[in-house]
């Protein structure tokens, strides 16, 4: 029987027509530009006349909005399926899938739409590899034997370059320890490393995190360092890997070079590339999507995973309002409460959860004395802190993350050196963690309100919490009144109320 | 076509072995899940015993600050 070839029978606002048998993966050109690739069944949905459609991805869309050479290819390749010029909306002008300072886009191999390396001119391509190396040393330094992973080694190895639909960098290393406690802590201590010698870092589970570098215009390129073990024969590396595997093909190190510089690489790579990407790892597959095993997840989720749920969520909210103040300029009730309660005390208050900070704001313009948390503090509370020092008003922004015990006992211990009654505030930041960041938060109250003061919470309740993008646990407030208990808390009252047609409580505790 | 009552009762045994079984897969998973979450914890209390506890055991005030700040800066 005759396989059918793949055709390209339209392109318009709704996406790519395609027909024809098998599933590859085809590269999306707008005026010779990649940016987009996907899998011609796996990524498509089927229409009435046996078709099939691939719809734009949603971010894709908004630039949707004149007329360009529209090009489907097979990646990398010079052969064509379609090749045509394309209006969309009123056709006005040529579309440019670029951000808000010109860079232009296309999607990753995580499906986002961001710089790949083949927007990026040359020199920051350099500048990269540069970094990776200056990264690779530092681990080196710190006693780890780092390697190239994923995307990166993939590129290393089969092209010599970085990967054009790839947007970061990719460090592994594969820990002498074997089990996860020591991984975690070695991870902890690497990160540490790398800050002293200048680095921006972030961590995002206890066996990874990410090293920023800025390049020439203003973009952020992430380099993530994965830690990785083994034991028992298997090999565990953050975050997709979980195999048989043996240590020789690990250790000891070889070298491959990335974009001309000489790069360190696992003894076998192509060991590691086939259980990283499958047998067909020599084929380049811009829209290649990971099928990890649910055994693996599943151990990585427990071992390493939680540290900072949604933290994602409210860094790309924050992300677009950096510079502006809140809208909001009305405090809430609970600020207002909290306001009367460190009057009566004497007391500065401490906003947990302070989001953007339209209350700590309120607060310390009423002369308050303001500490102002936030997981997300660096991008969230950016405004409040620079309105703070222009007003020079009494408020300080700092970090605090419920679910990270480190976060909480140093930040704990940190209050307890003070003497002092205290107020603390947390505007629905109960219901938006989850039950590691309650009793995160009642073990810091312990800290902070060890010599006395007054907790006031507001959280929502009942089922439609799970409405809320941002909630992730419903609140059980009887359990959580016996963690406020099992920390010091006096008294406790609750109040029930609607707001915003939710069922809310607002929690008023004693210390 | 006639079933006795022993192929009845075998079925209904067999429908709840499977039954129960599928349910001792589920309650040891998350007995592993629990016992599995236990190593990030235990690595952060070591690290924060680590780092924090022997400059506060010094009772220098300004190291036992800087201890904690640098800390908190590296997490």
Redesign the interface.
């Known amino acids: 029987m005759q396989v059918r070839p793949l055709r390209v029978r339209s392109v318009d606002e709704r996406g790519i027509v395609v027909s024809g048998q098998g599933d590859r993966a085809v590269d999306v050109l707008f005026d010779d530009r990649r940016v987009w690739s996907f899998w011609v069944r796996r990524d498509t949905e089927p229409d009435r006349l046996g078709r099939r459609l691939a719809p734009w991805p949603t971010p894709l869309r908004r630039f949707l909005d004149g007329t360009a050479r529209v090009v489907v290819r097979e990646p990398g390749s010079p052969v064509s399926h379609f090749d045509e010029e394309i209006s969309f909306g009123d056709g006005r002008g040529r579309i440019r899938v670029v951000n808000g300072r010109g860079v232009e886009l296309g999607f990753d191999k995580s499906g986002k739409l961001v710089p790949t390396f083949e927007t990026r001119e040359r020199g920051d391509i350099v500048a990269l590899v540069s970094a990776t190396r200056s990264v690779l040393d530092a681990l080196a330094s710190a006693g780890v034997r780092p390697f190239l992973g994923y995307g990166t080694l993939l590129g290393a190895v089969r092209e010599g370059a970085v990967l054009g639909h790839d947007s970061d960098a990719d460090v592994c290393y594969v820990s002498d320890h074997e089990?996860?406690?020591?991984v975690?802590?070695e991870s902890?201590?690497l990160?540490?490393e790398l800050?002293r010698l200048g680095f921006e870092t972030s961590?995002y589970s206890?066996a990874a995190f990410r090293v920023d570098v800025a390049e020439g215009d203003g973009v952020v390129r992430g380099l993530d360092v994965f830690g990785g073990f083994l034991s028992g024969g298997r090999l565990y590396l953050m975050g997709e890997i979980g195999v048989e595997f043996e240590r020789t093909w690990i250790h000891p190190l070889t070298t491959c070079r990335l974009e001309g510089v000489e790069m360190p690489v696992p003894a076998r790579p192509e060991k590691l590339l086939e259980v990283t990407y499958g047998p067909g790892w020599q084929t380049p597959d811009p829209a290649f999507q990971f099928s990890t095993p649910s055994r693996t997840t599943?151990?990585f989720?427990?071992?390493?995973r939680?540290?900072s749920p949604n933290s994602r969520l409210w860094q790309r909210r924050y992300a677009r309002h950096v510079h502006q103040l809140p809208r909001r300029r009305r405090p809430s009730e609970a600020a207002r409460r909290a306001g009367q309660e460190a009057h009566r005390l004497g007391a500065p208050v401490l906003d947990v959860g302070a989001g953007r900070g339209a209350d700590s704001l309120w607060l310390a313009r009423r002369g308050h004395q303001v500490i102002a948390y936030d997981y997300a503090a660096e991008k969230g509370l950016a405004a409040a802190a620079a309105a703070a020092r222009e007003e020079r008003l009494a408020l300080e922004v700092?970090?605090l993350?419920l679910t990270?015990?480190?976060?909480v006992?140093?930040?704990g211990?940190?209050l307890a050196?003070s003497p002092g009654p205290r107020v603390v505030l947390a505007q629905h930041v109960l219901d938006a963690t989850d039950t590691q960041g309650r009793r995160g938060f009642a073990r810091w109250c312990a800290m902070a309100l060890r010599e006395g003061g007054t907790l006031v919470a507001e959280f929502h309740v009942g089922d439609r919490t799970e409405e809320l993008e941002w909630s992730i646990s419903e609140v059980d407030p009887h359990q959580l009144a016996e963690s406020l208990t099992e920390s010091g808390a006096r008294s406790i009252t609750h109040t029930e109320f609607e707001r915003a047609g939710r069922p809310t409580v607002r929690l008023v505790a004693e210390w | 076509m006639t079933v006795n009552v022993k192929d009845k009762l075998n079925v209904v045994a067999r429908v709840r072995s499977r039954a129960q079984l599928e349910q001792r897969v589920s309650d040891l998973?998350a007995d592993?899940?629990e016992m599995?979450?236990h190593?990030?914890?235990?690595?952060?209390?070591?690290?924060?015993v680590q780092e924090?506890l022997i400059p506060?055991a010094s009772r220098d005030e300004a190291k036992?600050?800087e201890a904690?700040e640098r800390?908190?800066?590296?997490?």
């Open positions: 089990n996860p406690v020591d975690a802590r902890f201590r990160q540490r800050g961590r206890g599943r151990a989720n427990d071992w390493f939680g540290l700092r970090p993350n990270d015990w480190r976060s006992l140093c930040e211990a940190r050196h | 998973e592993m899940s599995r979450r190593n990030l914890r235990l690595a952060e209390i070591a690290d924060v924090l506060m036992v600050q904690i800390f908190n800066k590296s997490l």
